[in-house]
């Protein structure tokens, strides 16, 4: 089975000799079996030299306590080519239960660690794109619960990103109810806009905040949640009361 596996397995003795290696071992390093064992220390040397240390420490670690483990480190390929792999091992006992070595399966997980980099770098930027707006930015789960927001929504409300996160998003609001229908027309229609709300801090004073929502949805077209920006207007609010309070002095006199 382990010839026609598409992993590389391989089995190590109790003096490091290599006692079986998969032809898959061609594929996934470059070198063929007769290589490896002419040479077993090409297990160790075809590691990248930034994750040996740590693939050796584990390759002793499990040998003497004949124990599993798994592990994830880089390859260096005969041509070149890194790649990523999936190790884990295990002992290997005869039917008298003595320790016989160590058998090993190693997978290809450079597709998987290649997308991983490219989500962690679309999460950067998305978080940079987030935090660069002077808006209170907030995305809300199908539940109601926060599940992200941006430096200007925690100056806003007073709490921090941790605080926030993972609590009903209606909490924030001087009228919860209000903030829950809103958040209600926003699922059924896909969006809202200039909503008002009254956002409430932490310490107890409140701003007025016009609300732009709208669903956001996942690669199957699924709503995933609501992602809502904020506008305060509580200045522009105090401006218009002045200017009707002075309308009405120069009307009265």
Not at 120 to 146: F, H, M, Q, W
Not at 150 to 162: K, L
Request: charged residues 25%; hydrophobic residues 35%.
């Amino acid at each position: 089975m382990a010839d026609f596996t598409a992993d590389w397995e391989y089995w190590i003795g109790l003096k490091g000799e290599i006692i079986y290696m998969s032809p898959s071992c061609e594929a996934l390093t470059g070198h063929a079996v007769d290589e490896f064992v002419a040479d077993p220390y090409l297990l160790i040397a075809l590691v990248h030299q930034d994750d040996r240390a740590e693939f050796q420490t584990h390759s002793n670690v499990h040998s003497e306590q004949a124990s599993e483990g798994s592990i994830e480190f880089r390859i260096l390929r005969k041509d070149g080519e890194t790649r990523w792999i999936s190790h884990y091992c295990r002992p290997v006992f005869d039917p008298q239960g003595n320790w016989r070595g160590i058998r090993v399966s190693n997978r290809d997980i450079t597709g998987k660690k290649h997308l991983e980099q490219e989500l962690r770098r679309a999460n950067v930027y998305n978080r940079s794109l987030i935090e660069a707006s002077l808006d209170p930015l907030v995305t809300i789960s199908p539940e109601g619960k926060i599940t992200d927001v941006n430096h200007a929504t925690e100056s806003a409300t007073g709490r921090t990103r941790a605080e926030l996160i993972g609590t009903d998003f209606s909490d924030c609001f001087a009228d919860p109810e209000k903030a829950r229908t809103g958040y209600r027309e926003a699922f059924l229609k896909g969006f809202v806009s200039d909503y008002p709300l009254l956002l409430r801090h932490c310490d107890g004073h409140t701003s007025n905040m016009l609300y732009n929502a709208g669903v956001y949805k996942n690669e199957q077209g699924e709503v995933m949640g609501v992602f809502a920006a904020a506008r305060d207007i509580t200045e522009h609010r105090r401006a218009e009361l002045a200017r009707s309070q002075l309308a009405a002095i120069v009307e009265s006199s």
